[in-house]
């Protein structure tokens, strides 16, 4: 008897400190955020960008000043020889492009873009910016989980998506991890729009997420390529908000400045 009350004193007071935890009034419930590929080689490494340094207050913001009941950090996570490679092919080069078979059909084929290489594991280029590094390590296992996928690591076949490699023919845990979660929508960051941020936005869609996509939290390597793949994802009924808009639509509790010094 005595020990049913102390457990049923233990459970009371768990539910209470539960209840009583001071971000909770800043908590997105059945979301997600989701981080694509914010990795050094897209930023200043060996695929860099010029406009990519332009999100990172913004994925900042998301992190310091919002709770989430998840988080997702993809990372491209190619091996040395990868399909992806132009060094991997013999006479090309950065920009040309080749046609491979598909892993479980032979018939078919796909036209598969070469790039520098990039994003291998044991490099700095493969690492997460710095910034957002710092943050995700203080968020783990304190206040808010936060899921590490590494993708494309396949070398015969590329992955956009986080989700699923460009074949559909290996699924990450992404899925199940979202589902485990209980996770109905997904906020959708990174880099970049027209490659991972898009293949994970599309396929979000297709499993049947509510897919937000913050525009001035993604970029690629020009406006007009960033506007033409943000009407592709509004025709697969992504919804496409800036940060300020999706704040307001999506008001939390008072500001914190616990994070302000990262």
Same mark, same amino acid.
């Given at each position: 008897?005595?020990?049913?009350?102390?457990?049923?004193?233990?459970?009371?007071?768990?539910?209470?400190?539960?209840?009583?935890?001071?971000?909770?009034?800043?908590?997105?419930?059945?979301?997600?955020?989701?981080?694509?590929?914010?990795?050094?080689?897209?930023?200043?490494?060996?695929?860099?960008?010029?406009?990519?340094?332009?999100?990172?207050?913004?994925?900042?913001?998301?992190?310091?000043?919002?709770?989430?009941?998840?988080?997702?950090?993809?990372?491209?996570?190619?091996? @040395?020889?990868?399909?992806?490679?132009?060094?991997?092919?013999?006479?090309?080069?950065?920009?040309?492009?080749?046609?491979?078979?598909?892993?479980?059909?032979?018939? @078919?084929?796909?036209?598969?873009?070469?790039?520098?290489?990039?994003?291998?594991?044991?490099?700095?280029?493969?690492?997460?910016?710095?910034?957002?590094?710092?943050?995700?390590?203080?968020?783990?296992?304190?206040?808010?989980?936060?899921?590490?996928?590494?993708?494309?690591?396949?070398?015969?076949?590329?992955?956009?998506?986080?989700?699923?490699?460009?074949?559909?023919?290996?699924?990450?845990?992404?899925?199940?991890?979202?589902?485990?979660?209980?996770?109905?929508?997904?906020?959708?960051?990174?880099?970049?729009?027209?490659?991972?941020?898009?293949?994970?936005?599309?396929?979000?869609?297709?499993?049947?997420?509510?897919?937000?996509?913050?525009?001035?939290?993604?970029?690629?390597?020009?406006?007009?390529?960033?506007?033409?793949?943000?009407?592709?994802?509004?025709?697969?009924?992504?919804?496409?908000?800036?940060?300020?808009?999706?704040?307001?639509?999506?008001?939390?509790?008072?500001?914190?400045?616990?994070?302000?010094?990262?």
């Amino acid at each position: 008897m005595k020990f049913r009350t102390a457990i049923s004193t233990l459970l009371a007071f768990t539910a209470s400190s539960v209840q009583g935890v001071p971000f909770s009034a800043k908590l997105h419930k059945k979301t997600a955020l989701v981080l694509i590929d914010i990795q050094n080689d897209f930023i200043t490494g060996s695929l860099n960008n010029s406009r990519a340094p332009s999100i990172l207050p913004k994925v900042y913001q998301l992190l310091d000043d919002h709770e989430w009941p998840f988080i997702i950090a993809s990372q491209d996570w190619h091996p @040395k020889g990868h399909v992806s490679f132009a060094s991997a092919h013999t006479g090309k080069q950065s920009g040309d492009t080749v046609n491979i078979t598909f892993l479980d059909s032979p018939l @078919k084929q796909e036209t598969q873009g070469l790039y520098s290489d990039h994003c291998v594991p044991g490099t700095w280029g493969a690492e997460i910016e710095d910034g957002l590094k710092t943050r995700l390590q203080y968020l783990e296992g304190y206040r808010s989980p936060v899921n590490y996928i590494k993708k494309a690591q396949d070398h015969s076949v590329d992955s956009y998506s986080a989700f699923v490699d460009n074949e559909y023919h290996r699924f990450t845990t992404l899925n199940s991890e979202l589902t485990i979660h209980g996770v109905e929508t997904i906020i959708v960051t990174g880099l970049i729009t027209n490659a991972c941020v898009r293949g994970t936005s599309i396929d979000g869609i297709k499993l049947g997420y509510e897919v937000i996509l913050i525009e001035d939290a993604t970029d690629t390597i020009s406006a007009e390529i960033k506007a033409e793949t943000i009407q592709e994802l509004k025709g697969w009924g992504v919804q496409v908000m800036n940060l300020t808009d999706w704040e307001a639509a999506n008001p939390t509790g008072p500001k914190t400045t616990f994070r302000k010094e990262l």
